[in-house]
Every structure is written in structure tokens, then in C-alpha cells.
């Protein structure tokens, strides 16, 4: 047992949030990062990658929800979603919960959140573990869009569940892969990405806003709130190839007619995820088609 130990994340040289931990269950380094779980005081079990918080038991509702139901109650029939990322299978979990999808195709870079997941935090993981629908590759995103685009299929939606824009991530926030991601969507298709914090990455938003601009139709930035990313507030990136709208668009009877219970989401709180504090407005001005 660990029952002094505490854990520090640091972002820069200027803030840092500290958890108390009870136990370390789980630790490993790969080829691509150091992959930790660890049980907490006050967040249940949690997940670091290179030191890194990626997921608690007790916030990730916060982050699974808005990064699947939000394009998928605005597409208008998603049936083939492809999650790159996302070990942790969160985002697969809620995905899977529609029952219009008819395939989700994951690809993790690291087989070692999976596994670490799968066998500790159940919660997010479970699906993992096999799901009819579920098509799970251990393999790299950033090949897997540049080979997928020789055959005939279509993503309906692509959601890029990344870290942060280090390491194994790094790629996933360039042009050559979001040009590639395009070829991969349908005529209508829609690919939402972790967009990082307003408060400490403003030019990491722009950067990714701008690479989106170049590439598909309409861009739009939305946000949520969670307890373990630094400054609390962070966004999804939300793009479009063909003409479809976030708002407009979203197909607010099918939230109550899916009989899906949420923890997080709901319909009032899609419309106003995409409703920006000021600050975040005027430094993304001219790159995105909010509200």
C-alpha cells in the first residue's frame, strides 16, 4: 500500500493539480509512453499516460459523452464511426450505445492502455473486451487514414480521442492527417477531435482551427467542463465536410427517443457547449462558424 503518496501533474512551470493516491495497480513503460493506474482518494481509480491524468472514474461521463453524442446526435444516420485513440474505450462505450451505428472501428496506438484498462478500470473498458459491433485495431491512426482510403468504405463520423500534442499524439494534429481523415469521411460526415484548453493552449485552438479551415466546410469549437484537465474548461473541435450544422442540424427528438440515460449530456447542454465565453470568441475570431 501507497497511503502516503501523492501525485502531482504539472502543466509548465506555473500550475500543478495533486491527487492522493491509495494504490498503484498498474505500471508499464512502452515503446511509445510510461501507461500508470492508480486508485485515488477522491476520483477512484485513474489513468496516467506519461504522468499525465487521461481518465478518473469519477469524471471521464464529462469527456465520453460530449465527444460521441454531440456529433452523433447531429448526424442524421451514423452507422460507420471510426475512434482513433481512446484506449481507454470510453468513447467506443458511448458510441456503441446508438443503435444506428452498425460498426465502430478503433484504433489505439498503444495495446497497453487496452489491456491496463480492461483489466482495472472496467468502466470505461468493458467494451473492450469484445462487442459485436466493436472492431478494435492496436495499430497507428495516422497509417491506418492514409491506407483506409483505398478501399470503397466511409466513415459517417471520425472521432480523434488524443492526448495532447506530444508524443505518439503529435501527428494527429497536422495537416497531411486531417487531409487524410477528409478522404475517409462520407459526403456528410463529420469529425469531432480533443481541441485542448481555451485558458492555457489559445494557440494550440488556432493552429488546429486553422489546419481544419484549409481541409473540410464548416468548423465550429465546443466546450466541457471536468475535474482533472488543467484550468477545468476544455473543447472538442467539430468540422464538417458537406453543409451540416451543429445546432441547426441537431436532432434534438432523437435524444429522448433513444431512451439512452446520460451523466452528463443532455440536449440544453449540446446547444450550449457551442455558446463561447468572450475571450475564447475573440481569439478564435474568423476561424470558427459558432454562434
Known amino acids: 500500500m501507497h497511503s502516503n503518496l501523492w ?10 493539480m495533486r491527487y492522493k493516491v491509495e494504490n498503484v495497480l498498474y505500471s508499464k513503460k512502452t515503446e511509445f509512453q510510461t501507461v500508470d493506474v492508480v ?7 485513474m489513468l496516467l499516460n506519461d504522468g499525465l491524468v487521461m481518465v478518473t472514474e469519477r469524471d471521464e461521463i464529462a469527456y ?8 452523433l446526435f447531429v448526424h442524421p444516420n451514423p452507422k460507420n464511426v471510426l475512434v482513433i485513440g481512446g484506449g481507454d474505450g470510453g468513447t467506443a462505450r458511448e458510441v456503441l ?18 489491456e491496463a484498462c480492461m ?7 468493458e467494451v473492450l473486451k469484445g462487442h459485436p459491433k466493436l472492431d478494435l485495431i492496436i495499430g497507428d491512426g495516422v497509417k491506418f487514414v492514409q491506407e483506409f482510403q483505398a478501399t470503397n468504405e466511409k466513415f459517417d463520423v471520425i472521432i480523434i480521442d488524443s492526448t495532447d500534442p506530444i508524443g505518439p499524439a503529435a501527428p494527429l494534429f ?28 489559445a494557440e494550440i485552438q488556432k ?54 440515460e446520460f451523466s452528463y449530456y443532455n440536449e440544453g447542454l449540446h446547444q450550449a457547449a457551442f455558446y463561447l465565453p468572450t475571450f475564447m470568441k475573440k481569439n478564435l475570431e474568423g476561424l470558427i462558424q459558432n454562434p
Not at 486508485?39 to 481509480?45: A, D, I, N, Q, Y
Not at 483489466?119 to 473498458?125: D, L, N, R, V, Y
Not at 481523415?181 to 477531435?193: E, M, Q, T
Open 7 to 16: 501525485i502531482e501533474e504539472r502543466y509548465k512551470d506555473f500550475y500543478g
Open 39 to 45: 486508485e485515488t482518494k477522491g476520483h477512484g481509480k
Open 64 to 71: 465520453h459523452d460530449m465527444i460521441a453524442h454531440v456529433p
Open 97 to 114: 450505445r446508438h443503435s444506428s451505428v452498425e460498426k465502430c472501428t478503433m484504433v489505439e496506438i498503444d495495446g497497453a492502455v487496452c
Open 119 to 125: 483489466e482495472f478500470i472496467p468502466q470505461t473498458a
Open 174 to 201: 497536422g495537416p497531411e492527417f486531417y487531409t487524410n481523415v477528409n478522404k475517409c469521411l462520407a459526403d456528410n460526415g463529420i469529425v469531432v477531435s480533443q481541441g485542448e484548453s481555451p485558458w492555457f493552449e
Open 207 to 260: 493552429s488546429m482551427l486553422g489546419v481544419l479551415n484549409d481541409i473540410f466546410k464548416n468548423i465550429f469549437i465546443y466546450n466541457f467542463s471536468n475535474l482533472t484537465y488543467p484550468g477545468g474548461l476544455w473543447s472538442f473541435t467539430f468540422a464538417t465536410k458537406g453543409d451540416i450544422h451543429p445546432i441547426n442540424d441537431f436532432r434534438k427528438e432523437a435524444v429522448a427517443a433513444s431512451g439512452l
